[in-house]
């Protein structure tokens, strides 16, 4: 059964700093993974969707990696604002016959102005 | 951008009522999904929905969740007899295109109270 995991719960920065967010998985038979940001009282807006067979993608600011073979990925904010505080999420989706997704708890980001 | 929208944004019932939430996935997304999210914990997986059938379920979809598309555009799950334990945010979710690797869109949920 996979076990998705986001360490720190928490994490709070200046505006302007570089951040790394974490994800770890355990099963590694996955067809992607998707980080999601999810502001209060809201639903989840997808960020970027990396294919297993990809490295990293990026979009904007957002970078992410991955690293399948030892189970991580990391989403990289460069130069934060304030309007970048949330819960990021991570989630992989399964292979053939097993294809939700299975979501971290999550990293709940705090951009001090 | 197109989106999912969900309806009602906020459900308030009584323990043993039905309660059906709704949603209008985007139009041309062929895979459907249900999610959940008790507060302060994971968001989980119920059901996802493809060809007018259920693909996958979990174990927490028991006999007393449904899922339906009466009309080609909506997409409804109903909890027949509520608990106090279905207290949480129902996320209604679609992906496009046949292709597995497509990502997911959510909606902004339902927040379901049930007392």
């Known amino acids: 059964k996979q076990e998705v995991t986001q360490i720190p719960a928490a994490l709070s920065v200046p505006e302007g700093e570089n951040l790394v967010l974490n994800c770890s998985f355990t099963?590694?038979?996955?067809?992607?993974l998707q980080w999601f940001r999810q502001d209060p009282g809201k639903g989840l807006t997808s960020l970027l969707l990396i294919q297993s067979s990809q490295r990293e993608q990026t979009s904007g600011r957002l970078n992410a990696s991955l690293d399948k073979s030892s189970g991580r990925s990391t989403l990289y904010i460069a130069a934060s604002q304030p309007g970048d505080s949330a819960t990021y999420l991570c989630a992989t989706k399964g292979t053939f016959g097993n294809e939700k997704l299975t979501f971290g708890t999550g990293t709940r980001l705090t951009i001090i102005p | 951008e197109p989106e999912v929208t969900q309806t009602p944004s906020h459900q308030v019932t009584q323990m043993g009522q039905e309660v059906i939430l709704r949603c209008v996935p985007i139009s041309n997304h062929l895979y459907f999904y249900w999610y959940r999210q008790i507060l302060g914990q994971k968001v989980e997986f119920l059901v996802s929905?493809?060809?007018?059938?259920?693909?996958?379920k979990s174990e927490i979809f028991d006999d007393q969740f449904s899922v339906e598309r009466p009309d080609g555009s909506n997409f409804t799950l109903k909890i027949r007899s509520t608990k106090l334990e279905d207290s949480a945010m129902y996320f209604c979710a679609s992906s496009g295109q046949g292709t597995i690797n497509s990502p997911l869109h959510f909606g902004n949920g339902t927040r379901l109270t049930v007392t």
């Open positions: 099963d590694s038979a996955i067809y992607n």
């Open positions: 929905f493809y060809n007018n059938e259920i693909s996958e």
